[in-house]
């Protein structure tokens, strides 16, 4: 089946930048939609961005807390989806997980798969 793993993850200065990268194997027809999601300490999960297909191609949604210093972006051919995390804040620490919605052999309508999660620290 499907399969998502996420890397990418690690320690970061409050201000740095950092990229995490979802990456999707197996018998894939087509994805649609791709998404990050994140879930801090204390927290519970929530949607930070995502892509997915639209009228005019496709398009992109950010939580208003990271609208502005993340981007969400997908390379089609490697089925892979990147967040690209800018001024970033100790309040960002957590584990981030991809999500998408996937069309195999297995599975010919779209199934939604999740990723094990990259952890991101955000320290001095």
């Known amino acids: 089946q499907v399969h998502l793993v996420e890397s990418g993850g690690g320690l970061v200065q409050p201000g740095g930048s950092l990229r995490v990268s979802c990456t999707a194997s197996?018998?894939?027809?087509?994805?649609?939609?791709m998404g990050w999601y994140r879930q801090a300490p204390g927290k519970e999960r929530e949607l930070v961005a995502g892509?997915?297909?639209?009228?005019?191609?496709?398009?992109?949604n950010y939580a208003d807390s990271v609208k502005g210093r993340f981007t969400i972006s997908r390379d089609n051919a490697k089925n892979t989806v990147y967040l690209q995390m800018n001024s970033l804040k100790p309040e960002a620490t957590a584990v981030y997980y991809c999500?998408?919605?996937?069309?195999?052999?297995?599975?010919?309508?779209?199934?939604?798969?999740w990723g094990q999660g990259t952890l991101v620290t955000v320290s001095s």
């Open positions: 197996g018998s894939i027809f087509s994805i649609g939609f």
């Open positions: 892509i997915s297909s639209g009228f005019s191609g496709f398009s992109t």
């Open positions: 999500s998408m919605g996937v069309r195999s052999s297995s599975s010919p309508s779209y199934l939604g798969v």
